[in-house]
């Protein structure tokens, strides 16, 4: 089972001191009684992997991490072996000891986008919803985060994130927990709150950048990356039964709409930072995740479309502020 000790540790003095009153119950029940039917088969696959310390790591610039000399070619695919194990690889991509993990989101492609825009991560407490195996979390410790916290319901994807953590030496300064945002008490606590690829899988939007907000502290940040559309203050997209052969697809905004719901919930300084259609290069199958992606999704003939006919995914990152 995953251990939450280190976690509980690291906040107890903190300004997240006050989750201690909720989260150690919410965790115990959660590994108790709504473990996924794979999830032994995974973590066992974590278990199984070498415990290692790089003597070369970079979270800067990349999710690199090597030793000198390296592994041996039976150790490399035994390493290989064992992560593969643990397919799909959505978020990423991971070089680790010569194992390279091609994700299907080239995920360093958002972070380029959007670090030019945003305020400076150093020493700041940083939660990123929906955080998936928690690339994102490493690239925010790599640019000065004091701790980046993850929080998923997918296990798969929490056991990837432990994987990749203990092939980074039992990296502490990033950790992701088994939980929906709806789960969260208003904690008040965090600097930088990322919501990434999650806004248009919600029921209700506007709750959701609510509780968002509840997880701020005043004159904290957001950063909001999601899927909009072309139009004005009043575009809004509610796709049928799939958009994208997704089937939980609630509202797709356009910017300027999105812009308009932030200060309906009470952000300041919003700020359109990114615009961009996403592209076959940026999210693709690969040998790590090697069913249908972007490429499936989209009209053969006009590249323009998805399947069902909506205007092709357009991605924007908006950036706000708590007053």
């Not at 957001?222 to 004005?232: F, K, N, S």
């Amino acid at each position: 089972m995953i251990d939450f000790g280190n976690f509980y540790q690291l906040i107890a003095k903190g300004p997240l001191s006050h989750w201690l009153n909720t989260l150690p119950a919410q965790l115990s029940a959660w590994q108790r009684e709504s473990l996924h039917g794979k999830f032994k088969q995974w973590f066992n696959a974590v278990e199984a992997l070498p415990e290692l310390t790089p003597s070369q790591l970079d979270v800067q610039h990349s999710v690199t991490a090597a030793l000198q000399p390296g592994l041996s070619e039976g150790q490399r695919e035994g390493l290989e072996v064992r992560l593969r194990q643990l397919m799909p690889w959505r978020k990423g991509p991971y070089s680790l000891y010569g194992v390279n993990i091609d994700t299907e989101w080239r995920s360093d492609w958002k972070w380029e986008r959007l670090t030019p825009h945003i305020s400076p991560l150093q020493g700041r407490l940083v939660l990123d919803v929906g955080c998936g195996s928690g690339y994102h979390l490493w690239r925010m410790v790599g640019a000065g985060a004091h701790l980046a916290v993850g929080i998923d319901p997918m296990q798969l994807f929490v056991c990837q994130f432990e994987a990749v953590r203990k092939l980074l030496g039992n990296d502490q300064r990033a950790h992701v927990l088994p939980l929906g945002i709806e789960q969260l008490p208003e904690l008040a606590a965090f600097d930088t709150v990322f919501s990434m690829g999650v806004l248009y899988h919600r029921r209700s939007p506007l709750d959701h950048l609510w509780q968002l907000k509840n997880q701020l502290v005043s004159g904290g940040e957001l950063v909001l990356e999601t899927l909009v559309i072309e139009g004005d203050e009043n575009a809004v997209l509610v796709p049928g039964e799939r958009y994208a052969q997704m089937r939980n697809v609630y509202f797709i905004p356009s910017a300027l709409a999105l812009v308009r719901w932030l200060e309906k919930c009470g952000f300041v300084d919003v700020r359109i930072v990114d615009h961009c259609v996403t592209t076959l290069e940026e999210q693709r199958r690969t040998s790590w995740m090697t069913t249908e992606s972007l490429a499936d999704f989209l009209d053969p003939n006009d590249h323009r479309k998805t399947c069902e006919g909506y205007p092709a995914p357009l991605r924007a990152v908006i950036v706000a502020r708590n007053p």
